[in-house]
């Protein structure tokens, strides 16, 4: 569950091995705690965007997949643009800081720790919409993504090389003094 999500998409059951259509036919969402932080609240707008997707059941499958009317609608991106400035710095990564899900993630939060930098991530598994916008948003096809300042940084190979070359520290040191 991600710090920053406040609903959870709840998805139709899967079809039963005696039937061939879902058993609940809508998507719902659950509400989670209270959003907190101000990231929290922008993030609560990103699961609005949530009722953009509709199940598309098919017929002898036996798996889950959804039809996305736009990428990038404008609320996604209005919202992204609110989550991107409400902290100087967020990683959109697979997992959280504290159990990142992937190596690259991994690579990107332990360089960030060891830079004492306070930064915000969002998991971009609990929510496909949004993985799928930010790829559009930041024209940058993979995970983890880094924005610095409310700017497009980089990915970890990117981040990797900034910061082994000092540009990552000085980038941060101006986003942290303005």
């Excluded at 509400?31 to 965007?49: D, I, K």
């Excluded at 919202?79 to 409400?86: E, F, M, P, Q, Y």
């Excluded at 004492?116 to 993979?142: A, C, D, M």
């Excluded at 090389?161 to 303005?178: D, F, N, P, R, T």
């Amino acid at each position: 569950m991600s710090s920053v999500g406040t609903f959870q998409l709840l998805l139709p059951a899967f079809p039963s091995s005696s039937s061939s259509s879902f058993t609940n036919k809508a998507l719902s969402l659950r509400p989670l705690p209270f959003p907190t932080s101000p990231l929290q609240r922008h993030a609560h707008h990103l699961n609005h965007s949530l009722q953009h997707l509709h199940p598309i059941s098919k017929s002898g499958r036996n798996f889950r997949s959804f039809r996305c009317l736009s990428g990038l609608s404008p609320e996604l991106k209005t919202t992204i643009d609110k989550v991107i400035t409400s902290e100087k710095v967020v990683l959109f990564m697979k997992g959280s800081k504290d159990f990142p899900q992937c190596g690259f993630s991994h690579t990107v939060v332990q360089i960030l720790k060891s830079l004492n930098v306070h930064f915000e991530t969002i998991n971009i598994l609990e929510n496909e919409l949004l993985r799928q916008g930010l790829k559009e948003y930041s024209s940058w096809p993979t995970f983890p993504q880094l924005y610095i300042d409310g700017e497009f940084f980089g990915g970890c190979d990117i981040t990797v090389e900034a910061y082994k070359s000092g540009e990552l520290q000085e980038v941060l040191e101006k986003a942290m003094c303005s």
